[in-house]
């Protein structure tokens, strides 16, 4: 009987070896997180090459941002006090508050940029905002002592005793650490780390204002949040250093885009 008919003999062995299997070559190096300059890159070519206007990823954005404010606050009974800023962060802000104020929450915009000349997509958000009726005011004269403290600033939605939430859509990804943040910005932030001690929840978009994408590091005026609600993949910033303490929980969002849409975009 020869060795390939016998039932017995034994498929592997030392003296009939299975072949050496071939070694594995990833398809794609998938990316992990975003630099100040990839993320442009990955703008751009949404824009650009697959013709998504950045209206519509606005759109997405707020809707994410919105979500995750909901799951914040519990309830719709909770206030939800918006800090929006004159970039698209701004624009993601103001798109978020026109949804939530859509689902019953009392939402106050406090404008961070009250000077600025508002344009594009900005200013488009924000006109469908004050169309709602939102009322929308300098961010100066927000006073985080005109709500009543909370007993938590857990991220569970069993947990009672929150005053409100704070959505932080001042700066992006654009800041830059060498270029410390204006008094005025600091002295808002200020505000907003005042009401995290108080018990507010803080939720930043995309990435805390005053944390620099590429390096992680953080402007002492930096925003502490509570969660940050970010798109495409995290930046690179906020998984490193102070960066990633500022940024507390993180949560992604494709906002339309395919999942590996920036493997895909980079090449």
Same mark, same amino acid.
């Given at each position: ?50 013709? /998504?206007?950045?209206? /519509? ?24 006090? =918006? ?31 009250? @000077?600025?000349?508002?344009?594009? !997509? ?6 469908? @905002? =004050? ?16 709500? +009543? ?20 859509? =001042? ?14 910005? +600091?002295? /808002? ?11 507010? +929840? ?22 502490? !949040? ?20 500022? !940024? ?10 395919? =999942? ?8």
């Amino acid at each position: 009987m020869r060795q390939s008919d016998n039932p017995f003999w034994p498929k592997k062995s030392i003296l009939n070896p299975q072949p050496p299997r071939p070694a594995y070559v990833p398809v794609r190096r998938v990316k992990r997180s975003l630099t100040r300059e990839e993320q442009k890159l990955v703008d751009q070519a949404a824009m650009q090459k697959f013709g /998504i206007p950045v209206s /519509i990823l606005m759109e997405h954005a707020g809707l994410a941002v919105a979500d995750v404010c909901e799951y914040l606050a519990g309830a719709s009974t909770t206030p939800v006090h =918006i800090f929006a800023g004159k970039g698209n962060n701004g624009g993601d802000a103001y798109v978020a508050a026109r949804l939530l104020f859509t689902r019953g929450f009392s939402v106050a915009i406090w404008d961070c940029a009250p @000077a600025a000349k508002h344009q594009g !997509a900005v200013r488009a958000a924000r006109d469908m @905002a =004050i169309q709602l009726g939102l009322p929308i005011r300098p961010a100066e004269e927000f006073d985080p002592q005109s709500f +009543r403290s909370g007993v938590s600033r857990m991220i569970n939605d069993r947990v009672s005793g929150i005053p409100c939430v704070i959505i932080d859509g =001042i700066l992006g990804s654009g800041y830059v650490y060498s270029r410390p943040l204006p008094p005025y910005l +600091r002295n /808002i932030t200020g505000l907003i780390e005042m009401s995290r001690v108080r018990g507010a +929840r803080v939720l930043s978009i995309d990435i805390p204002t005053g944390v620099d994408a590429d390096n992680g590091f953080a402007d002492p005026s930096a925003v502490c !949040a509570d969660c940050t609600a970010t798109f495409v993949l995290p930046k690179h910033g906020m998984t490193i250093g102070r960066g990633r303490m500022c !940024a507390g929980q993180i949560r992604v969002f494709p906002i339309g885009l395919p =999942i590996n849409f920036a493997d895909i975009a980079l090449g």
